[in-house]
């Protein structure tokens, strides 16, 4: 077999790596971040919940069944809310019924009146 020669450039590349790595080396040292000593962080918000609601089966199914309670409670008032808002005055409970009221009393004392 026989070992074929390098362009000329590849072989000026090859003489001059060395030289260029030894040359970026200082720069590189300067651009890469200084090593921080970790940082004992507070527990997260998510780990201080585990052991009050997700610890054992039961305080789990707990939690889910009042978190769904809960969450539907609020849901339905806010629904509720927002469309007695949006059809206010087109409700039943809106409606003025004295506008309607009948005398039922004289109607009740006429009848007793023919019945005798």
């Known amino acids: 077999l ?10 000026a590349f090859r003489a001059l790596n060395p030289i260029m790595r030894q040359a970026a080396r200082p720069a590189m040292a300067s651009a890469r971040p ?7 962080r507070p527990m997260s918000g ?3 919940l585990y052991p009050m609601f997700m610890d054992s089966n039961m305080k789990y199914l707990t939690f889910v069944f009042a ?13 509720n809310m927002m469309w007695e ?15 309607w009221a009948e005398d039922d009393e004289e109607e009740e004392e006429e009848e ?3 019945d005798e």
């Open 85 to 99: 808002n949006a059809n206010a005055g087109k409700l039943v409970k809106d409606v003025d019924w004295s506008k």
């Open 2 to 11: 026989k070992k074929r020669s390098s362009p000329p450039a590849t072989m």
């Open 67 to 79: 978190g769904a309670i809960a969450v539907e409670f609020v849901y339905g008032n806010v629904a």
């Open 34 to 40: 200084a090593i921080r000593p970790t940082v004992a």
């Open 46 to 48: 998510l780990k201080a």
């Open 112 to 114: 007793e009146d023919d």
